[in-house]
């Protein structure tokens, strides 16, 4: 087993799945028009719906059958008290609807987005991301060393070196509603605005909005208080068609900290993160089994 995951590309895990994301996006796309039963998590805007929970069960049952000993990080699974625990073993780290609030309004950006991984790479690239933007039928794949692809095309990032002024830049509100999160993401985009910046956006799921910078369309991409799930994936996207990922503070990326940059290039990002603030957010793998669905309510959108 040891030999096997010190000679495997992977190659044959990204094919797998990447036919199993496109065939269970099936049951998302059916679902999309439909009305929901919302469940709420960490807070009044943090949503799952059944579509979630039974995307998440199928996407593992199907990589659990076919790679009996690879380890999961799955959104859902976590929401209802596993572990965020990375080990050397090949893991898959799974968001089974990402935008999960644009899915119960019917805004049409919601992926799948699954990153593999192995020896417990926090900071390092993955081995292999797919995000799939369902309802645009755009499928965005990146494998370690061998580039980032949109539908079987090459992808780049815009390649602009300094001139912030001409910069469009992501980001994501996020679910926090708390009083410091609001006022630290509200006076960030004020400060990007009023450099000023060409644009800020926000496409309301972290994987699209990310794979935004990889395809050059926007240059900058900037979140505080998302998980892992949301950006693995993506990360290598961006990193794969030649941009790059840091934390907000400057330091290496490191998908557990729930702060990320990913930029067109280092002076980009650097740029970034000297305008933006972060609020504090407790780590996804500290404290290793936390339970944060309270079963707040249940509402129909
Ligand atoms: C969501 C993101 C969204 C972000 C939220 C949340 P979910 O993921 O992708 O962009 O702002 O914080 O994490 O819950 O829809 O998978």
Not at 15 to 35: H, M, R, V
Not at 74 to 96: F, K, N, R, Y
Not at 207 to 214: E, G, K, L, N, S
Not at 273 to 298: H, L, N, T
């Given at each position: 087993h040891l030999f096997s995951i010190i000679m495997s590309d992977w190659t044959e895990c990204l094919k797998f799945g990447i036919n199993l994301t496109k065939q269970t996006s099936e049951i998302i796309l059916n679902a999309f028009k439909q009305q929901k039963q919302v469940h709420l998590k960490s807070s009044q805007a943090d949503l799952v719906t059944e579509t979630d929970l039974r995307v998440e069960t199928i996407l593992k049952s199907a990589i659990r059958d076919k790679y009996p000993v690879h380890r999961f990080i799955g959104e859902e699974s976590v929401a209802a008290g596993e572990c965020v625990e990375l080990t050397d073993s090949p893991t898959w780290i799974i968001?089974?609807?990402?935008g999960t609030a644009n899915f119960v309004h019917r805004f049409p950006f919601v992926a799948i987005s699954i990153a593999f991984t192995v020896n417990k790479q926090v900071k390092a690239p993955m081995e292999f991301g797919i995000v799939y933007s369902c309802v645009e039928d755009k499928l965005f794949y990146a494998q370690k060393g061998r580039g980032a692809f949109l539908n079987g095309e090459p992808l780049n990032a815009?390649?602009?070196?300094?001139?912030?002024?001409r910069c469009v830049v992501v980001t994501e509100i996020g679910a926090e509603r708390d009083d410091l999160a609001l006022s630290t993401m509200t006076s960030n985009i004020f400060r990007l605005l009023r450099i000023p910046v060409h644009g800020v956006r926000a496409l309301g799921t972290a994987a699209v909005d990310m794979c935004q910078v990889a395809t050059g369309g926007a240059d900058a991409y900037y979140h505080i208080g998302m998980h892992c799930w949301d950006i693995a994936a993506s990360s290598i996207i961006v990193q794969e068609a030649g941009g790059v990922v840091m934390d907000t503070d400057g330091s290496p990326f490191d998908m557990m900290s729930r702060r990320v940059i990913a930029a067109s290039s280092t002076a980009v990002a650097n740029r970034i993160s000297q305008v933006i603030q972060a609020f504090p957010c407790r780590r996804d793998?500290?404290?290793?089994?936390?339970?944060?669905?309270?079963?707040k309510g249940v509402n129909s959108v």
């Amino acid at each position: 087993h040891l030999f096997s995951i010190i000679m495997s590309d992977w190659t044959e895990c990204l094919k797998f799945g990447i036919n199993l994301t496109k065939q269970t996006s099936e049951i998302i796309l059916n679902a999309f028009k439909q009305q929901k039963q919302v469940h709420l998590k960490s807070s009044q805007a943090d949503l799952v719906t059944e579509t979630d929970l039974r995307v998440e069960t199928i996407l593992k049952s199907a990589i659990r059958d076919k790679y009996p000993v690879h380890r999961f990080i799955g959104e859902e699974s976590v929401a209802a008290g596993e572990c965020v625990e990375l080990t050397d073993s090949p893991t898959w780290i799974i968001d089974p609807i990402d935008g999960t609030a644009n899915f119960v309004h019917r805004f049409p950006f919601v992926a799948i987005s699954i990153a593999f991984t192995v020896n417990k790479q926090v900071k390092a690239p993955m081995e292999f991301g797919i995000v799939y933007s369902c309802v645009e039928d755009k499928l965005f794949y990146a494998q370690k060393g061998r580039g980032a692809f949109l539908n079987g095309e090459p992808l780049n990032a815009s390649g602009q070196e300094v001139d912030i002024s001409r910069c469009v830049v992501v980001t994501e509100i996020g679910a926090e509603r708390d009083d410091l999160a609001l006022s630290t993401m509200t006076s960030n985009i004020f400060r990007l605005l009023r450099i000023p910046v060409h644009g800020v956006r926000a496409l309301g799921t972290a994987a699209v909005d990310m794979c935004q910078v990889a395809t050059g369309g926007a240059d900058a991409y900037y979140h505080i208080g998302m998980h892992c799930w949301d950006i693995a994936a993506s990360s290598i996207i961006v990193q794969e068609a030649g941009g790059v990922v840091m934390d907000t503070d400057g330091s290496p990326f490191d998908m557990m900290s729930r702060r990320v940059i990913a930029a067109s290039s280092t002076a980009v990002a650097n740029r970034i993160s000297q305008v933006i603030q972060a609020f504090p957010c407790r780590r996804d793998d500290e404290d290793q089994c936390r339970c944060i669905c309270g079963g707040k309510g249940v509402n129909s959108v």
